[in-house]
């Protein structure tokens, strides 16, 4: 059953890489808004540089949440599933 778990370390790993390039996107455009706001004036770009740190905690947040409630699925189906918690600990 243990490797039934580990085929799954490819997909994660191919996920969680496509989240750092979500991640790096995200800065991407933050940086871009912050170059076209630049050239407008100082308390604009303090403007854009409060609102783009606002919205990166919010995104830490919400994935935070996401994150813990796949965990918690998870261990929920597999207590469902072997009705022990012996899989669970294992997550």
Known sequence: MFKQFM???KTIVVLAFLIIIE???KSAVGFVDTLFISQLGLHEVAAVGVSNTILNI????FLAIAAAA???ARAVLLYWR???FQWV???
């Open 23 to 25: 991640n790096f996107l």
């Open 7 to 9: 085929s799954h370390g």
């Open 70 to 72: 796949v965990m918690i």
């Open 58 to 61: 919010y995104f830490a947040v």
């Open 82 to 84: 072997y009705r022990s």
């Open 89 to 91: 600990k294992a997550v």
